[in-house]
């Protein structure tokens, strides 16, 4: 590229987010050893970041991964070969949980929720009782690829009714920007790029007393993704391998942030970008994908008016206005515009991307 560089295009895409002009200064510290003093404060520091904003007593297992790496640690630690396990589907992100499963030879079984809607606690309660007993329930809290918000305290409340098994959590796409009773599941996992406004490159897993149980017993292979190595290194305020340290550092600055604005503040700025979201893509005549009950708070589907093709919408979108917005994934490729409000949007960012796809939508 000769002359200046591009200007950043505005990115509305459910993760990665813009970054807050504190979260990209802190990447460009000076960069530590990941096994000296520095590292260690600066592990206590984010350790407690996590406890204070969350609730929580113990710290994440700090993953270098996206949040696929959290999803695949997540079964290869607290499950065995040939386990069943038993899934919600009605997306993208919850059939990759189930694809990850099948690929290491897990049993697996499906709800066969329809995509774009909420899945059903009585028919997961139906699921439950028919045999094989499920060892683990997959459940993706915020479907990212349709906007759904499944209702994760209904199912929970089933599972433990109805069965022992593990109750493992993607909560990728809303843990931080929402309420997620993490101490009410056995394995709960997020990724920085998501809700917590962070460059992509860690994932953070949560897991219960008797996931901790479960991990002992447990006889999938892990190395690099195994907890108990993050575990042990933490308590000697180190990792196991080398973090992505710049990352690390932004989520320190990130936390501070959070913290200082508040829980329940952040978990209202989401609501209102959502709510945001929702009025204007209906205000253009536009049908949403999710039922506004089971909407997420940190991204808005809406079907495409049949005349409008995507890649052409997308290209004047990004050319004309310098706006991105996510397209849909898997089943719903080219049929969907989806619009990320999450990390550290606010509804006035919701507006000048809506602007834009109001101008577009007009000229089409
Ligand atoms: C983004 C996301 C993931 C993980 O995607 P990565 O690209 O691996 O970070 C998993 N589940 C949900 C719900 C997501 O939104």
């Given at each position: ?268 700025r989401h609501a209102e970008a959502a709510a945001a979201a929702r009025g204007r893509l209906q205000a253009m005549g536009l049908r949403l994908v999710a039922d506004e009950e089971n909407a997420t708070s940190t991204v808005t589907a809406a079907w495409l008016p049949r005349e409008v093709a995507w890649p ?19 089943q719903l490729q080219g049929k969907i515009l989806r619009l990320g409000h999450l990390g550290w949007t606010t509804p006035g960012d919701v507006h000048r991307a809506a602007d834009a796809l109001e101008t577009c939508l007009r000229g089409a």
């Amino acid at each position: 590229m000769t002359g200046g560089a591009p200007i950043p295009p505005g990115l509305h895409v459910p993760g990665p987010t813009p970054l807050h002009p504190e979260v990209a200064a802190a990447m460009a510290q000076p960069l530590i050893s990941y096994r000296g003093p520095e590292a260690r404060a600066l592990l206590g520091r984010i350790g407690e970041g996590f406890c204070d904003y969350l609730g929580t007593e113990r710290p994440p297992v700090l993953l270098t991964a996206s949040g696929t790496g959290a999803m695949e640690a997540t079964l290869a630690n607290l499950l065995s070969p040939g386990d069943p396990v038993l899934g919600i589907g009605g997306g993208q992100f919850a059939e990759r949980f189930l694809g990850l499963a099948e690929a290491f030879g897990l049993e697996t079984r499906s709800l066969g929720t329809p995509w774009g809607s909420a899945a059903d606690p009585e028919r997961l309660r139906a699921a439950l009782r028919t045999r094989p007993e499920p060892r683990a329930v997959l459940l993706t809290h915020s479907e990212t690829s349709t906007g759904v918000l499944h209702p994760l305290p209904d199912l929970i409340r089933v599972v433990r009714e109805e069965s022992d098994a593990l109750v493992l959590v993607d909560a990728v796409s809303s843990l931080g920007a929402m309420p997620v009773a993490v101490g009410s599941c056995d394995a709960v996992f997020t990724a920085s790029q998501k809700a917590w406004g962070l460059p992509p490159g860690m994932a953070m897993a949560w897991t219960s007393e008797r996931a901790a149980a479960a991990e002992r017993s447990a006889r999938l292979p892990r190395f690099y993704w195994s907890f108990s190595r993050y575990r042990d290194a933490l308590a000697r305020g180190s990792m196991p391998f080398t973090p992505a340290v710049p990352v690390l550092f932004a989520m320190e600055a990130g936390l501070r942030l959070m913290l200082r604005e508040g829980r329940d503040a952040v978990f209202r700025r989401h609501a209102e970008a959502a709510a945001a979201a929702r009025g204007r893509l209906q205000a253009m005549g536009l049908r949403l994908v999710a039922d506004e009950e089971n909407a997420t708070s940190t991204v808005t589907a809406a079907w495409l008016p049949r005349e409008v093709a995507w890649p052409e919408l997308a290209r004047t979108l990004r050319e004309r206005h310098g706006v991105v917005l996510a397209g849909g994934l898997g089943q719903l490729q080219g049929k969907i515009l989806r619009l990320g409000h999450l990390g550290w949007t606010t509804p006035g960012d919701v507006h000048r991307a809506a602007d834009a796809l109001e101008t577009c939508l007009r000229g089409a």
